[in-house]
Structure formats: C-alpha cells, structure tokens
C-alpha cells in the first residue's frame, strides 16, 4: 500500500492520478473528507481506503506491514493565514508524528516542503541543507514549513529514506478548490474567460517594472514525476528543491495565457493589497542541480508549455485529472 496524505488536494490527487497511471491501486488516501468542495478530485481514481487525517495514526499502527511508502502532502497552505497555532498543529506537529511513525515503521518518506521558506530570497534559492536554519520566512506558513525542515535534519533517528520537496509555484488541474491560493494562470484564465481581459499587480519595488516581477512556475505533471522517482530511488535522502529551474515574468504567463485560450492580449495593473506587501516575493528562482545530481534526468514542462497544456486539455473543457 501506498499512503497518501492531503489526497482530495492539488499536489496529492494528481499524485494519485499518476500513481494509477503507472498501475499503483493500493493507494490509502488521507484527508479531512468533509470539505465537500474537494470531493471531485478523488472520483474515479483506484484507491483502497480512506482514512480521516484524525484517526490515521491508529489507522498505521494496525497496517503498517503493509505500507510501502508515504507521501505526506496535506498541509494547511494559506500564506495569508496569520493564526500560528493553525499551522502548528496541522503543519508542523502532525508531520513530526509522521516522521516518528515512519521512523518506527521504517517506512520511506516524502514530505512537503515550500519555497516559501526562502522568504525574501536574500540566501539565493540552493537547497543546502546548511542553509536552512538560517532562512527568514516571511509568513507563519513559511515558518512552519522551515521549523519541520530545521527539526527533520536535527532528528537522529530518521526514516531509511527520506525527501522533503521544497515546491515552488506549482500550478495544474484539480486546483479549483483553493479559492485565493490557486495559481496566477489559473485566477488569470478565469478573468480572461469572464472579462476578456486581466489585471495584474503593480509593483513596489523600483528593481522590477510592472508584471515584470519573476517566479519559478512548475507544472504539477512534473512535481508528481519526481515524487514517482524519489519513491523507486530511494536514496540520496535530503532536502531538495522542486521548481522548473528557470524564473518567469508574470508579462509572460500573462501572454500566454491569452495565447492558450485565443483571446488577444489585454492586461492592466493595481497596486498589491498593503496586507501582503510587505510579504511579497519578487524573485524566486530553484536551483535544481542537487535533484539532477542523484539522478533525475527528465526536462521540465516550459511555460509555454505547461500553460497550453493545462488552459487547453483542462480549464477549457473543465475536465479535472
């Protein structure tokens, strides 16, 4: 079996879709059913039981001979949510207890992890591990992810093998349900198909120009393709970076977009919310030579590419995955 948590999300339901792709079908999925408004990206898919987030330890200590491997995926991911004892308890404190459990178990792991850890991006973007307690995140989501990081490379005991995934802007089908936290093309094909046209945010910072502030945009088709590798590599555990590698405007996710969907371009600018501000990345760009250094060989979706895929094969015909 193979234990999945967060499934009825993003990341973790397209990891789902893969895993049945490459004919895994004892798949556990873990999460809090009750948000019916993830319901669909679970339909359809094979799995073999579900599991509340809340009873899933009792859950592993009665199956856990028969586990194979945990993607631990579910995590609160709101960078706008303030309260830190929210992210505490789901973020940092529930993924302590799955690292004991695969510690005891001896149970391979992949964990969730965020750029969001790099903050303002004043110690670069490499993925070295000595780095990490060092980083300044810039809101409580940030920081729960980098406290479960600076704890998981303290612990002595470790699972056999073990990955934690520093996701950068992560974007693709079945993201329908994050309301504010979906990805910029996919708030931007939803005003184009409305409006006709698409507003982005100003900057404030005199080192970029409008819609010329840069992020990593990684398809999810290529996060879950790594986690697929890590889960049959099983070595070389660590940290690791997961983005495209190369940082984008957001001019040019705007293009094509428009591109993508027929629509001739049409963009204005307003200025970014005071309440994020202060908080806002205007670079974030993976170093991803340590992934391609244990051995992942396969290129990443460009831009171009990703968003012709997803806007075409997905937003369009409104298919999920």
Known sequence: MIVVTGAAGFIASCLVSKLNEANFNDIVVVDNFSVAKKENNLAGKKIKEFVDRDTFFEWLDENYEGVEFIFHLGARTDTTEMNKDVFDLLNLNYSKKVWNACCEYQIPLVYASSAATYGSGTLGYDDDETLVPLLKPLNPYGESKNDFDIWALEQTAKPFFWAGLKFFNVYGPNEYHKGR??????????????????????????DF?????????IYVKDVVEVCLFLMRHRRDSGIYNLGSGQARTFLALAFNTFEAMGVTPDI???????SIRDTYQYFTEANMAKLRAIGYDKPFYTLEEGVKDYVQHYLLPGKLQ
């Not at 120009?209 to 945009?217: I, K, L, N, Y």
Request: proline share 5%; hydrophobic share 40%; aromatic share 12%.
């Open 268 to 274: 204005d600018f307003i200025d970014t919310p005071e």
């Open 209 to 217: 120009a409008d819609g010329e502030q840069m992020r990593d945009f």
């Open 181 to 206: 936290m979906a990805s910029v093309i996919f708030h931007a094909f939803n005003q184009i198909n409305e409006k006709g046209r698409l507003t982005l945010f100003r900057s404030h910072n005199p």
